[in-house]
Structure formats: C-alpha cells, structure tokens
C-alpha cells in the first residue's frame, strides 16, 4: 500500500499562493489516481480536487475551480496542488489521499480512497 506525506502548508495573505505537495513511498504510485481534500475547523472534510493516474484527467469542487490546479510527476511519486488567490476560507488542513485505479470517483466517498497523509495546514490571513 502507498504511504503518502504531505508538505507545503504555512500561513499565507489572502490573494497569495502556496503550492503542497504530496509524496508518496513505493513503486506503484502511477497506480493509483490522487486527490486533496481539505477540513477546516469544526467542518467536516471536503474534496478539493481530483487526477487520473495517467495525469490527463483532472476534476475541482466548484469552490476551488480557477484558482488551485492538481498535477503529477510519476517519475517523482509525487502529486502537487497550486493554490492561487487565496481566500481565508481556504483555512484548512490539506490532506492528499490515494485511489487505486486510473480514476477517483467523489460518489465512492472514503470508500474510494486506500490511503491518506497525515495533513499539513494552511492558513489563510485577511
């Protein structure tokens, strides 16, 4: 199974950027479509965003799409999100989660999903 560590996170003004990453451990991460999901505080988790195993396939929630584009290097075992025009309510721990198969589907819920980081924060000042 995949393990994944995330970094990146850290407190940045609102219009800013930050850029996270995910990296994970083993010879089969081109196996497994990527996500990031966020959980801000007293909220429940949400998905951010979604990409295919190939790299060529990418899905946002509507609250992020514009601003914060997913991608991958197979070659790194690692996937990114670039956060641009940051909002405080962007505030939440990110966390990166695995899917083994070419795609993630956000009707499978947590049920979809083999791994997860631990999560890294980003915070968001007005």
């Known amino acids: 199974q995949v393990q994944l560590v995330e970094s990146g996170g850290g407190l940045v003004q609102a219009g800013g950027s930050l850029r996270l990453s995910c990296a994970a451990s083993?010879?089969?991460?081109?196996?497994?479509?990527m996500g990031w999901f966020r959980q801000a505080p007293g909220k429940e988790r949400e998905f951010v965003a979604t990409?295919?195993?190939?790299?060529?396939?990418?899905y946002y929630a509507d609250s992020v799409k514009g601003r914060f584009t997913i991608s991958r290097d197979n070659a790194k075992n690692t996937v990114y999100l670039q956060m641009n025009s940051l909002k405080p309510e962007d505030t939440a721990v990110y966390y990166c989660?695995?899917?083994?198969?070419?795609?993630?589907?956000?009707?499978?819920?947590?049920?979809?999903?083999?791994?997860w980081g631990q999560g890294t924060l980003v915070t968001i000042s007005s």
């Open positions: 989660a695995a899917a083994r198969g070419p795609y993630y589907s956000t009707r499978t819920g947590d049920n979809g999903l083999d791994a």
């Open positions: 083993g010879r089969t991460f081109s196996s497994y479509a």
């Open positions: 990409i295919s195993w190939s790299g060529d396939s990418t």
